[in-house]
C-alpha cells in the first residue's frame, strides 16, 4: 500500500480556517486521495475524497497538488464539533485483493479551541 | 435510520467464553469489512467480504469466523476469548472495494474481556 504521511497534531481556533496537510510522494496514478475522520468515541467517518482535480463538497474542500504528491484537507471554518482525528489514506483504483481495505495510519489529531 | 448498525454496543465477557458481533447495512453496498482498534488507537482491517464471500483475511487468528448470511451481514463470532482480543471493532461497507468509492463505518462494538 503507497504510504501517506501526516502531521501528529495540529490546532486551531473556532470558526478559522484549517489546513491539514498529507505528504503521499509513492502516490501511483490510479491511487485515489481519501480523507475520513474519527470523533470521539464514534467510528470513522468519510470526508472527501479526489484523484486529481480539487474536489468541493459539504463539509471540506481537498487540494490536490499538481504532481500529486501532496494533499491538503481544507475545513473552512471550524467547529468545536470537528475535534478529532483525521486520517488521509490512499485507495487504488483498481481491482485486486489488496484493494478490499482502507489503510488507515496514525492521523492528524485536531484540536480546536473556543 | 442508522446505515450501519452493529449490535451489541459494549459486550463485557470473560476469558475464554465465545461471543458474536452482529453487523447490518442498509445501504445496499456489496462489500463490507470489520476493523480493530486496539488501545493505542491503530485502526486495522481484519476481514473483507465482497457479495458473501472472504476476499480478505488479515492474518487474523482463526478464533475469529466471520459469517456473512447475504450481502446486508456481516457477523464476527469469536471463540476462547483472550485478554488481547479486548478491543473495538468496526463494522463497515462499500458499494464497491476500489478507489472511488467511500465507506461507511458502524458506531462501533467495544469488547472488554476480563
Known amino acids: 500500500d503507497a504510504k501517506t504521511t501526516q502531521p501528529n497534531s495540529m490546532e486551531s481556533n473556532e470558526e478559522e480556517p484549517v489546513h491539514l496537510p498529507c505528504n503521499h510522494s509513492t502516490i501511483s496514478g490510479t491511487d485515489y486521495i481519501h480523507w475520513y475522520r474519527q470523533l470521539p468515541s464514534q467510528g470513522p467517518e468519510y470526508v472527501i475524497h479526489g484523484l486529481t482535480s480539487n474536489v468541493n463538497n459539504r463539509m471540506a474542500s481537498l487540494a490536490i497538488a499538481e504532481d500529486r504528491k501532496s494533499s491538503t484537507l481544507i475545513l473552512h471554518r471550524a467547529t468545536l464539533r470537528d475535534a478529532a482525528v483525521y486520517y488521509c489514506?490512499?485507495?487504488?483504483?483498481?481491482?485486486?485483493?489488496?484493494?478490499?481495505?482502507?489503510?488507515f495510519g496514525k492521523g492528524t489529531l485536531l484540536t480546536v479551541n473556543p | 435510520d442508522t446505515a450501519v448498525s452493529q449490535t451489541p454496543k459494549y459486550l463485557v465477557t470473560q476469558m475464554g467464553n465465545d461471543k458474536s458481533i452482529k453487523c447490518e447495512q442498509n445501504l445496499g453496498h456489496d462489500t463490507m469489512y470489520w476493523y480493530k482498534q486496539d488501545s493505542k488507537k491503530f485502526l486495522k482491517i481484519m476481514f473483507s467480504y465482497n457479495n458473501k464471500e472472504l476476499i480478505i483475511n488479515e492474518t487474523v487468528p482463526n478464533r475469529f469466523s466471520p459469517k456473512s448470511p447475504d450481502k446486508a451481514h456481516l457477523n464476527l463470532h469469536i471463540n476462547s476469548l483472550e485478554l488481547g482480543d479486548s478491543a473495538v471493532y468496526f463494522c463497515?461497507?462499500?458499494?464497491?472495494?476500489?478507489?472511488?468509492?467511500?465507506?461507511?463505518f458502524g458506531q462501533g462494538t467495544r469488547l472488554t474481556v476480563v
Open positions: 489514506i490512499l485507495r487504488d483504483a483498481n481491482s485486486g485483493g489488496s484493494n478490499y481495505k482502507l489503510t
Open positions: 463497515a461497507s462499500s458499494q464497491a472495494y476500489w478507489g472511488g468509492t467511500e465507506a461507511f
